[in-house]
């Protein structure tokens, strides 16, 4: 069999595949081979993707097509090979003496043959093919090593043709997207959401994504960077949605009255609701969220017991039981860690002695003064993103964000006051965010700012805020650390920082 393009890829199905009945694994290597069919078209490589019982095999233009197909969910491994319309043994055997003589020399080696298909209609043995190619190989090598072999020359030997290749990338395995349904994921930019996603996605889940945007335009934009990494490079077969719904007058309403101990559960809670509203709308089965039992104080089990309750769809605790350690290595694999890492979690909710233990009496209590109508409104009015077709850095807010403090510049510390006193850049001055959101409307317009907080969210969204204004106003970007760095610039050396 002649191969019109010029490079040739063995894809394995995932070994779940090979337990389903029947007409389930048809209908998954159906759904696959679609989505790998995508794959390829989305990255503009010309292919062709053909199915049978055990493989499925992939002709490419681009030998970038094997690192594409790695990354489908769905596929075990994948093997750049090499085919040639040979099918008698001492031809097979011809054939791999020339292309597997480099691989094999000076290194310990085995011959893996097996033949697929139907086997009355291949000529060639296995046992025959593994022998002499063995024989053939072994004067220019290290010696044959069946049990751990520096070097292996696969063969598989099939009706009207034999594939030849030496490696297997590994692929993510799992079940290919869209044949477990639909779920929305609760994404708010920071590690864990996304990874989340990323493992319900392997899952065969398909979803949209809701956002609960308490940070601003620069905070939107953080999350769809990181969002667009999972739609672009795992989402084959899907087009996946970002629902941005605009939480500022939700967590006014929640901030202006009540125990701001029990803020991050009530947040939590009403983030549900507004998930639950979207996934009924694009017809999801299930919320998906990053959480982890005991990684901040909202993820207690006694809190999370209480924030379940807030909905009667399913869901879905990927990471319940990771640690951050593992998430952010995962982070890393995904593709999404070194955004995440610049995003971070928005922090203007965090009360000082948040409650570990609420109660259903006193969350009903607190959240009966919560006006629901806010939360129907923001969703209603909520903004849509295609994420495959989105390109993030058109939105960005130019120039919102500096990398240094003007000589001129008023420097606003946004920080807790005990955050302050540890340390700040000199001359600066305090106004805790909360304060200087119900504040800032009366600065002094003559005046030129740089907001600082910890990680720059808090910031650049009053930096914003003022902006629309007419103020001049920027934020130090990346928050503290980065300022720490600039300050050892300048001979402001600060003290050792927790």
């Not at 955050?419 to 800032?440: E, K, M, N, R, V």
């Amino acid at each position: 069999m002649a191969t019109p393009l010029a490079h040739a890829f063995l894809v394995r199905l995932s070994g779940e595949l090979g337990t389903k009945a029947r007409f389930t694994r048809g209908r998954f290597a159906r759904r696959l081979t679609d989505n790998l069919r995508d794959a390829l078209e989305s990255e503009g490589v010309e292919a062709k993707v053909r199915t049978t019982h055990e493989r499925i095999f992939v002709e490419a233009a681009d030998p970038a097509a094997g690192e594409i197909v790695a990354r489908v969910f769905g596929v075990q491994t994948v093997s750049p090979a090499v085919v040639r319309p040979v099918t008698a043994t001492a031809d097979v055997v011809a054939a791999g003496a020339r292309l597997f003589a480099d691989h094999t020399r000076g290194r310990r080696f085995a011959v893996r043959c097996r033949r697929v298909g139907e086997r009355s209609r291949i000529a060639a043995s296995s046992r025959d093919v593994q022998v002499q190619l063995g024989t053939a190989l072994l004067a220019e090598s290290a010696g044959v090593d069946l049990a751990r072999p520096e070097a292996t020359a696969w063969i598989e030997l099939m009706p009207d043709a034999t594939w030849f290749f030496a490696e297997r990338l590994p692929g993510p395995g799992g079940l290919p997207i869209g044949v477990e349904g639909r779920a929305v994921a609760l994404v708010s930019g920071g590690f864990d959401s996304a990874v989340a996603a990323w493992q319900l996605l392997k899952r065969g889940v398909a979803q949209h994504y809701v956002f609960c945007n308490l940070g601003g335009a620069s905070h939107q934009l953080g999350v769809l960077r990181v969002m667009k990494v999972i739609a672009d490079s795992w989402s084959y077969g899907t087009r996946p949605k970002l629902h941005a719904v605009d939480f500022e007058a939700v967590s006014a309403d929640l901030r202006a009255g009540g125990e701001p101990r029990y803020w991050q559960v009530l947040l939590k809670r009403l983030m549900l609701r507004a998930a639950e509203a979207v996934a009924r709308d694009v017809r999801a089965e299930a919320i998906v969220t990053g959480e982890a039992v005991g990684q901040v104080s909202s993820q207690t089990l006694t809190n999370l017991a209480v924030i379940s309750e807030a909905t009667r769809m399913p869901i879905l605790r990927p990471l319940v039981a990771f640690n951050k350690d593992e998430i952010i290595a995962l982070a890393d694999h995904v593709g999404t860690g070194a955004i995440s890492a610049t995003v971070d979690e928005y922090c203007a909710l965090v009360p000082r002695k948040p409650a570990t233990a609420a109660t259903h009496e006193a969350i009903a209590h607190e959240e009966a003064r919560i006006d629901p109508a806010l939360l129907e409104r923001a969703v209603a009015e909520r903004a849509v993103f295609d994420l495959r077709v989105l390109d993030p850095e058109a939105m960005a807010v130019p120039g919102l964000e500096v990398d240094t403090i003007p000589a001129d510049a008023v420097i606003l510390d946004l920080r807790s006051k005990a955050a302050f006193a540890g340390w700040h850049w000199p001359g600066s001055l305090h106004l805790d965010f909360a304060h200087a959101l119900a504040a800032y409307e009366k600065f002094d317009a003559d005046k030129r700012y740089v907001l600082v907080c910890e990680f720059g969210l808090k910031s650049t969204h009053l930096a914003e805020k003022m902006r629309a204004l007419g103020l001049e106003a920027w934020s130090f970007r990346g928050g503290l650390k980065p300022l720490v760095r600039h300050a050892e610039t300048r001979g402001h050396a600060p003290p050792d920082l927790p």
